[in-house]
């Protein structure tokens, strides 16, 4: 993703340096429609695979250990905003003729992009070095204790996730 949005800066402040007439126009628009489609199908089923664990997105997104079905819902996401702000701007040059509305359109979906690695590589950064759970979860982990026989305290309480489901108490 890194790389991707490092390319499209790249070529939009390329575009404000030397700007370039889009030739293809109708081309671009078969390329980008399909990939539009596509991702935005792909969007709503991995959407349709979170509720089913996790009634609210938002929640997911904030509080779930599970990286790699975050990793492809983003991917997915990406791929909409990415194709429907690339076609947004073609739309725009092809109706105004102006180069530099190409150019801030890949310079912002290289924003987006950038934005949503520094999101993923957070999350990642958190579960390698042992990310703790919830403090929902721990006092659930707590309650349990409580209930078996013999345990009056529970001095101290460390908890970090091993997986998207494992968790070492």
Not at 67 to 82: A, Q
Not at 93 to 116: H, Q, V
Not at 127 to 153: F, T, W
């Given at each position: ?5 490092a ?43 979170v509720?089913?664990?996790h ?8 509080r ?23 076609l ?24 987006i992009?950038?934005l ?11 579960l ?42």
């Amino acid at each position: 993703i890194v790389f991707t949005a490092a390319i499209s800066i790249f070529k939009g402040i390329e575009q404000i340096r030397h700007p370039q007439i889009i030739a293809f126009i109708p081309l671009a628009f078969l390329v980008l429609l399909p990939s539009l489609i596509g991702n935005f199908l792909m969007a709503g089923q991995e959407i349709k695979s979170v509720k089913r664990i996790h009634p609210h997105v938002k929640n997911f997104f904030l509080r779930s250990p599970d990286i790699s079905l975050k990793t492809i819902l983003i991917g997915d996401l990406l791929g909409v905003v990415g194709a429907s702000g690339t076609l947004f701007a073609i739309i725009l040059y092809a109706i105004t003729g102006n180069t530099l509305i190409d150019a801030i359109g890949a310079i912002a979906i290289g924003i987006i992009l950038s934005l949503f690695s520094l999101f993923l590589f957070w999350e990642l950064r958190g579960l390698l070095i042992g990310r703790s759970v919830p403090r929902e979860i721990e006092e659930k982990i707590l309650h349990s204790a409580y209930e078996i026989p013999g345990v009056n305290r529970v001095m101290d309480l460390k908890t970090m996730y091993m997986g998207p489901e494992e968790i070492l108490v």
